[in-house]
């Protein structure tokens, strides 16, 4: 059975169709891969995996779970993390305490225990703390550990966003546009990072990127998208040499 | 500047980072159980004020400085703690059970209206909780039965274990009450921020998407930090009224709650010194400014002129040191732990890169 499951999803703003009866199937340990010119609807997808949007129509479901009886805060108990286009860290707090937040679903003392700080609060705060430190470890995040992000560079910024989704320790890993606004270095790191993620922690990764390079490089599955409804789906090589997608992105032969 | 080694988690835990700063602290404390030898009854009242406030400070803070939500209805709060109290006391329940049991269920109605106000953002929240604050005004005065209406309602004494805690036989005790309040509800506060609840708050002020995204239930988390900000606000508006003896509908006005969000900006937001430090001018305005009113020849007194002062106060602030005066102080320190290495833009607040436009 595949880990994640869209069947016919469709979603209309209004008169837009954003996404126009789109099914796709993610395999546990896949990383996988959504490309397609701007407006296609991939962040859309990613939006509606999280559950911030509701389909008109269709199934979406996690390992056998349906998404959408659930609420935005409940999808990440299931596994599921993800990182945004535009970098939504918390810019008041340090990259420690950023990762900490990462940690929410596996948080297990109440209001009351945590206001007195028991020793279970202590243990679980000793727990929380290791395993942010193999985040930070993993991704080598050591020297910004206690900066505040707000005084960042876009860089680390991004790097922080894809180790909070680790710290999390999530089964599915969405990561949106994880490359956008690297240098070759950083990206060349985070492609680096990706494989790991895949072949050491045995997580299963969907990405929206526009860098066919790293998409190439890093994916085994990847699926064109074009005004919200699939162009074309396989291998990095497969999808780049079908005709509609070079339509999509290049116009046919016709106008000139 | 001292160089932390850290060796193991709880380094980062622990509530002092290491043993300089515990002894520093143990220092003020020090300091403070020794207040009553060192200064004469009226300034012991003046700092029992400061104590009071910064409670009252330290709950609103909760909530607009950690969880970004804010208010401008504190004084209903203040003025629930503080009627729930005495009238629990005048049942017949003993002080030491009916201040917390008031800040409980000051809580819990905290809670409640939060319930339906917090779907609300920014400056229609505060004007939300503008409108309860003079709500609240009203509903002393039609409440009259129980809260003595505009005739107000005198303080019964309190008795803590057989001791009477009264401001002019015993201003020491009053002092020792308040400082005790005070402490609990900061050991509160600190622990909440180094446990997941502290970094929720910190998640739901900074973006409320990715605080979804990771798990976090914005309307249990905000409603959370309204309903303890509630009850910490009405614990201290309990000892406000108090300590003031008499207290009648027009010692909670919605002034209160604007005084108490000026205070906390002044002071510094999201920080927990900032309370305190906000208290501290709060308390001695009206104190400095009669001296120097004195000083002029003026005995009249001038309406409105301490309200003014704030208010142009609070506009320096932010124009000029939107950190408040614990943000000032850090800086300092900064530059002294630096020298000479420190650069002037070193808190400059950073151009925050695009955000991810609002979904739904």
Known sequence: MSLLTLENVTLKFGGLTAVNNLSMQVEEGQVFALVGPNGAGKSTVFNLISRFYTPVSGKISFAGTDLLGLAPDEVPSLGIARTFQNIELFDQATVLENLLVGRHRHRSTNLVQQMFHTPAVRSEERAHREAVEEVIDFLDLQPYRNSRIAGLPYGVRKVVEVGRALASKPRLLLLDEPASGLSVEETQNMRWWIDDIRRQMGITVLMVEHDMGLVSKVCDKVLALADGAMLAQGTPAEVQSHPAVIEAYLGTGDAA | ?360
């Open chain 2, 1 to 360: 500047m001292r160089i932390h080694f850290k060796t193991s988690y709880d380094d980062d835990i622990r509530l002092f980072e290491d043993g300089w700063k515990l002894s520093l602290y143990a220092a003020l404390l020090a300091l403070m159980a020794a207040l009553p030898w060192l200064i004469d009854d009226f300034y012991l009242g003046e700092a029992t004020n400061v104590l009071i406030w910064a409670t009252c400070g330290l709950g609103l803070m909760l909530l607009t400085g950690q969880t970004g939500q804010a208010s401008l209805g504190h004084s209903a709060f203040m003025a629930l703690g503080c009627y729930t109290t005495v009238l629990l006391m005048e049942a017949g329940v003993p002080f030491v059970l009916a201040f917390p049991l008031a800040g409980v269920l000051t809580g819990i109605v905290g809670g409640l209206i939060a319930i339906p106000a917090l779907k609300l953002h920014g400056v229609y929240l505060a004007i939300a909780t503008l409108a309860l604050a003079i709500l609240t005004d009203d509903l002393i005065v039609m409440l009259e039965p129980w809260t003595g209406g505009v005739g107000g309602k005198f303080a019964p004494p309190i008795t803590i274990f057989g001791l009477e805690v009264n401001r002019w036989s015993s201003p020491a005790a009053w002092y020792y009450m308040a400082l005790v309040v005070v402490l609990v509800v900061t050991l509160f506060y600190r622990n909440l921020l180094r446990a997941p609840m502290g970094r929720a708050f910190a998640a739901v002020r900074d973006s409320e998407i990715s605080a979804q995204a990771m798990g976090v239930n914005l309307a249990r988390t905000k409603t959370i930090a309204f309903g303890m900000s509630a009850g910490i606000t009405g614990l201290g508006g309990a000892l406000m009224g108090l300590f003031a003896e008499v207290f009648n509908n027009e010692t909670f006005t919605f002034i209160l709650s604007i005084q108490l969000l000026m205070m906390i900006v002044v002071g510094g937001l999201g920080f927990i010194h900032g309370a305190f430090l906000g208290a501290i001018v709060i308390s001695f305005l009206p104190q400095a400014l009669s001296i120097v009113t004195d000083g002029i020849g003026s005995n009249v007194a001038i309406p409105g002129l301490e309200i003014g002062v704030f208010g142009v106060i609070m506009i320096l602030f932010i124009l000029f040191e939107p950190m408040g005066l614990y943000g000032r102080w850090l800086k300092i320190r900064t530059f002294f732990q630096l020298f000479p290495f420190a650069r002037k833009d070193m808190f400059r607040r950073q151009k925050s890169y695009l955000k991810t436009e609002r979904l739904r």
